[in-house]
């Protein structure tokens, strides 16, 4: 079966400073993994996904299969980088969600 | 991209009763797929909203409680049945289109049930 771990239920970092929302997974297969975000009174939505290798809002992912890891990171936080954030993974055609890490960023 | 809309946006119900959740998408997609997220928790899948066909539900949800279904490409229904404080969570409707992997989230139903 395959699961996601977010260890960090809360986060808090000051504006400016680097950010990295942990992420570690486990699937058997090839995994597809994904990072969604939600805003404060706003629906889910896709952030970033491992295959596209692509910079959204200043966030990156690597998906590291030896430690099986899909970190989320940011040189720079900036206030409106607060929300919660769920680490998933496509698998078996469905997301499974991680716990979710709520990050705020301090002014 | 899909946009989701979902009806009612929330809704407060006596236990024992019933509340069935709309979901319409504004493009056809192949999968549509419904999630309870209870308090202070993460998304747990419920079902997936097969057209034509009975939902497939994930271990721990029947039929007989969440009744669901998708007459077409854009509408798929969800109904709480014989509700108790227990079911009170947002429930949220998903959908995904054609080879893509990723997944479209409606804004969520708050449902308290008292």
């Known amino acids: 079966a395959q699961r996601v771990t977010q260890p960090e239920k809360l986060l808090s970092v000051f504006k400016g400073a680097p950010v990295e929302l942990k992420c570690n997974y486990s699937?058997?297969?090839?995994?597809?993994l994904f990072w969604y975000v939600q805003y404060s009174r706003q629906r889910l939505q896709l952030l970033l996904r491992h295959i596209s290798r692509e910079s959204i809002k200043g966030f990156t992912a690597d998906l590291n299969k030896g430690e099986t890891s899909f970190h989320l990171k940011k040189p720079f936080a900036q206030e409106e980088d607060s929300a919660m954030y769920y680490c998933t993974i496509f698998g078996n055609e469905k997301l499974t969600f991680g716990t979710g890490t709520r990050l705020t960023i301090i002014p | 991209s899909a946009v989701i809309s979902q009806k009612p946006s929330r809704d407060i119900c006596q236990r024992g009763t019933s509340l069935t959740i709309q979901c319409q998408v504004d493009s056809q997609v192949t999968m549509m797929f419904w999630y309870r997220q209870q308090p202070g928790q993460s998304l747990t899948l419920i079902a997936t909203?097969?057209?034509?066909?009975?939902?497939?539900?994930e271990s721990g949800f029947v039929i007989d409680k969440f009744p669901i279904s998708r007459p077409n490409l854009t509408f798929s229904t969800l109904t709480v049945s014989n509700m108790s404080p227990e079911d009170s969570s947002i429930y949220l409707c998903?959908?995904?289109?054609?080879?893509?992997?990723?997944?479209?989230f409606g804004p969520g139903t708050r449902l308290t049930v008292l």
């Open positions: 909203a097969n057209q034509g066909s009975e939902a497939t539900y």
């Open positions: 998903s959908a995904r289109q054609g080879g893509y992997n990723e997944q479209f």
């Open positions: 699937y058997s297969g090839s995994p597809e």
